[in-house]
Structure formats: structure tokens, C-alpha cells
């Protein structure tokens, strides 16, 4: 959720405070327990530490607040945005060679370990909400093409394959690496892991067939291979947008849960993706982020879960939340709608007034 959301949730609930950022990122709160409970949610997140080897440190510019993270990658936020946006992929002009002698960040830093271990104990042996631990790292996928830039990543899946497998190869070999050092202390703890990468955007993938099948599916397959070595949690894997041609795909490499079924997304019809995947998939979302939340009443959004519930929910496989995170220009009133409505008609069994 959207920190500006989450402090104008509080007012709205009477608490009279402000909280920072926690994801420096995409701006993003950590909701606090007490709000957790007055919402009825039954997930708790275990998040990775901070890196020692790197510090948020923001620099000033005429532009906006200028960043530089753990992998090199630089983001600006200008003074009328919300979020930071990448501006500085740094291996935009690489070539093969280059590969070998980038500074990589190291996957073992054992400030990632920090606070982490603990809780996730803590939150199993307590046994009161699903442990989901929040561990993608913007996985292989996203990384590379940040590093490369998007546009050119794209292009050289066309004319520079051989580059474009030699840098997923890399980030794919450092993302194991994490995954290994994580899971080695806290994967017994787990009951769901989060991975993720968008494939797609509003109307389609962001990619062909063929490339989903040479440079992403495979890589898929080793991510799911690892964890499932590590731990018994589910596998989560997020991507946004127009993802029904690739689900087939998610399930035979043995993903368990599809995030965020982007309902308004071309393809992503709720109705359909319960009846063609829902005996082989759980799905995770379906409230809508770009059109309900923001700017529909109450009554809505109620009708929104009502809805979802009534065509994903039989038979189970639904975790009803947000379309991806609650942003900056929901209304309190509707976030309360939401959770409301869940706790109204999210029960089993399901109510016939649905």
C-alpha cells in the first residue's frame, strides 16, 4: 500500500500518526499490526534485510532525489512523482566481455539475513496467519533488463540473443545464489515464497511465444527446482497484465499461486481463468487497482469482491486482495470498503446472496 494511502488510512481510522516509507522503491508502507488486526488480514510478511554492503542514500539533484542500488541501476524521483523511476542502466552498452569483470552484488550478504530469521520463527511457531516470505529480488527477469534497460533488452532478444542468455544466465546464477542463502535459514518457516517477474502488459506479452519458451520458461523451472529442495512452502509468482496464454506454462513448471490476476488486463477475465486454470492454480489479486479502487464508491468495490468471490472462490484457490499494491490515489473509505466486504462475503461457505 501506497504510504500516502497508509497515512491518510490512519487518519481515517482516528490514529493520530504518520509512518515512513518502507519501500523506497515504489514508496510503499509496512501496514503495522494493529492495522493488520482491524483489517481482518491473515497473511504476515518476512521481508529481506538491507544489504551491509549498500545504503539508501539519495542524492539531491535539480531533477528530483537520485539513487543508486546494490546492482549499480540509478532512479530518480522528481519533486511531482510518486515513485522512482529508472534512468541509468548501467550495462546499456555491454558486451559479453563485460559480464565478467561488472561489480555484481554479493547474493550472501548477511545483511539480508537481518531481523529476517527471527520473525518467520516467531510468526510459525505463533501459527496464526500464512508465513509468506516476500523473497524475489526482483528475480533474474526484471534485473536484467533494469541493468540492460528495457528497450534494449527487448531488442537484443531479437538481434543479440546470445548476450541477452549470457546476462540472464548471470542474474539467474546470483538470484540461486540468494535463494539458497535465504531459504537455508528460514524456508522451514515458510508457507508461501514470493517470486515474480512481469511478462506482459495491459493488452498482451511483452514478448513472443517463442521467447517466453527459450529465455524465461527454463529459467523458471530451475527457480521452482531450487525452492522446492529448500522448503515445502507454495510457490508465488507475480506478473502483471495480459498473463492467460502463459498460466499453462506457470502451472507445468510447478508454480502454485498466480499474482495479481489483473482482471482488467485483455485475457484476464475472472469468470475464464476459474474455469480453464482454477483446478491447477491458485490466484491471488482480482480486486481492481486501476479503475474500482481509485475511483469507484463503496457500494463498487463491494460489488467488485462480491463478484470475484462469486466466479474464483468456489472450490477454494482464491486469496482475494488488491490488484498489486493499493496506490497513492485510493480513498481511505474504499480500502475499509474492501476489507469489509471480504470479511462479509469471503466466508466459507460461500453465502447463495453472492
Same mark, same amino acid.
Given at each position: 500500500?501506497?504510504?500516502?494511502?497508509?497515512?491518510?488510512?490512519?487518519?481515517?481510522?482516528?490514529?493520530?500518526?504518520?509512518?515512513?516509507?518502507?519501500?523506497?522503491?515504489?514508496?510503499?508502507?509496512?501496514?503495522?499490526?494493529?492495522?493488520?488486526?482491524?483489517?481482518?488480514?491473515?497473511?504476515?510478511?518476512?521481508?529481506?534485510?538491507?544489504?551491509?554492503?549498500?545504503?539508501?542514500?539519495?542524492?539531491?539533484?535539480?531533477?528530483?532525489?537520485?539513487?543508486?542500488?546494490?546492482?549499480?541501476?540509478?532512479?530518480?524521483?522528481?519533486?511531482?512523482?510518486?515513485?522512482?523511476?529508472?534512468?541509468?542502466?548501467?550495462?546499456?552498452?555491454?558486451?559479453?566481455?563485460?559480464?565478467?569483470?561488472?561489480?555484481?552484488?554479493?547474493?550472501?550478504?548477511?545483511?539480508?539475513?537481518?531481523?529476517?530469521?527471527?520473525?518467520?520463527?516467531?510468526?510459525?511457531?505463533?501459527?496464526?496467519?500464512?508465513?509468506?516470505?516476500?523473497?524475489?529480488?526482483?528475480?533474474?527477469?526484471?534485473?536484467?533488463?533494469?541493468?540492460?534497460?528495457?528497450?534494449?533488452?527487448?531488442?537484443?532478444?531479437?538481434?543479440?540473443?546470445?548476450?541477452?542468455?549470457?546476462?540472464?544466465?548471470?542474474?539467474?546464477?546470483?538470484?540461486?545464489?540468494?535463494?539458497?542463502?535465504?531459504?537455508?535459514?528460514?524456508?522451514?518457516?515458510?508457507?508461501?515464497?514470493?517470486?515474480?517477474?512481469?511478462?506482459?502488459?495491459?493488452?498482451?506479452?511483452?514478448?513472443?511465444?517463442?521467447?517466453?519458451?527459450?529465455?524465461?520458461?527454463?529459467?523458471?523451472?530451475?527457480?521452482?527446482?531450487?525452492?522446492?529442495?529448500?522448503?515445502?512452502?507454495?510457490?508465488?509468482?507475480?506478473?502483471?497484465?495480459?498473463?492467460?496464454?502463459?498460466?499453462?506454462?506457470?502451472?507445468?513448471?510447478?508454480?502454485?499461486?498466480?499474482?495479481?490476476?489483473?482482471?482488467?488486463?485483455?485475457?484476464?477475465?475472472?469468470?475464464?481463468?476459474?474455469?480453464?486454470?482454477?483446478?491447477?492454480? *491458485?490466484?491471488?489479486?482480482?480486486?481492481?487497482?486501476?479503475?474500482?479502487?481509485?475511483?469507484?464508491? *463503496?457500494?463498487?468495490?463491494?460489488?467488485?469482491?462480491?463478484?470475484?468471490?462469486?466466479?474464483?472462490?468456489?472450490?477454494?484457490?482464491?486469496?482475494? *486482495?488488491?490488484?498489486?499494491?493499493?496506490?497513492?490515489?485510493?480513498?481511505?473509505?474504499?480500502?475499509?470498503?474492501?476489507?469489509?466486504?471480504?470479511?462479509?462475503?469471503?466466508?466459507?461457505?460461500?453465502?447463495?446472496?453472492?
Amino acid at each position: 500500500i501506497s504510504v500516502i494511502t497508509y497515512n491518510n488510512l490512519l487518519k481515517q481510522l482516528g490514529i493520530d500518526r504518520e509512518v515512513g516509507f518502507f519501500d523506497w522503491l515504489r514508496q510503499n508502507a509496512d501496514p503495522e499490526e494493529e492495522i493488520l488486526q482491524k483489517l481482518g488480514v491473515d497473511t504476515r510478511y518476512v521481508y529481506i534485510g538491507k544489504p551491509r554492503s549498500w545504503k539508501f542514500a539519495p542524492v539531491k539533484r535539480e531533477d528530483g532525489s537520485y539513487v543508486v542500488d546494490e546492482w549499480g541501476c540509478g532512479f530518480i524521483k522528481p519533486p511531482i512523482t510518486l515513485y522512482y523511476n529508472l534512468i541509468n542502466s548501467p550495462l546499456k552498452e555491454a558486451t559479453l566481455t563485460d559480464l565478467d569483470d561488472y561489480p555484481w552484488p554479493d547474493p550472501r550478504d548477511p545483511g539480508y539475513l537481518d531481523g529476517m530469521v527471527y520473525r518467520a520463527k516467531w510468526l510459525a511457531e505463533e501459527g496464526q496467519y500464512a508465513v509468506i516470505g516476500d523473497f524475489a529480488w526482483e528475480t533474474w527477469y526484471e534485473r536484467a533488463w533494469k541493468l540492460r534497460g528495457m528497450e534494449k533488452f527487448y531488442l537484443d532478444m531479437a538481434i543479440n540473443r546470445d548476450f541477452i542468455h549470457a546476462l540472464l544466465d548471470k542474474t539467474l546464477e546470483l538470484h540461486l545464489e540468494f535463494l539458497d542463502h535465504v531459504l537455508s535459514t528460514c524456508g522451514e518457516y515458510l508457507d508461501v515464497i514470493i517470486q515474480g517477474g512481469d511478462f506482459a502488459g495491459q493488452q498482451t506479452t511483452l514478448m513472443s511465444p517463442e521467447d517466453y519458451l527459450e529465455f524465461i520458461k527454463p529459467r523458471q523451472e530451475k527457480t521452482v527446482e531450487l525452492i522446492r529442495r529448500k522448503t515445502k512452502a507454495k510457490i508465488f509468482w507475480h506478473s502483471c497484465g495480459a498473463i492467460s496464454t502463459l498460466i499453462p506454462h506457470f502451472i507445468d513448471v510447478g508454480i502454485d499461486i498466480v499474482n495479481p490476476v489483473q482482471v482488467r488486463a485483455a485475457g484476464m477475465d475472472a469468470k475464464r481463468l476459474k474455469r480453464d486454470f482454477g483446478s491447477n492454480i *491458485c490466484f491471488w489479486g482480482g480486486i481492481d487497482t486501476q479503475q474500482v479502487l481509485p475511483r469507484g464508491t *463503496c457500494a463498487n468495490v463491494e460489488s467488485e469482491v462480491r463478484q470475484v468471490i462469486r466466479e474464483m472462490a468456489p472450490g477454494g484457490g482464491l486469496v482475494i *486482495c488488491a490488484v498489486h499494491n493499493i496506490q497513492a490515489d485510493v480513498p481511505p473509505e474504499n480500502v475499509l470498503c474492501l476489507y469489509d466486504s471480504v470479511k462479509r462475503w469471503g466466508g466459507y461457505p460461500l453465502s447463495k446472496n453472492l
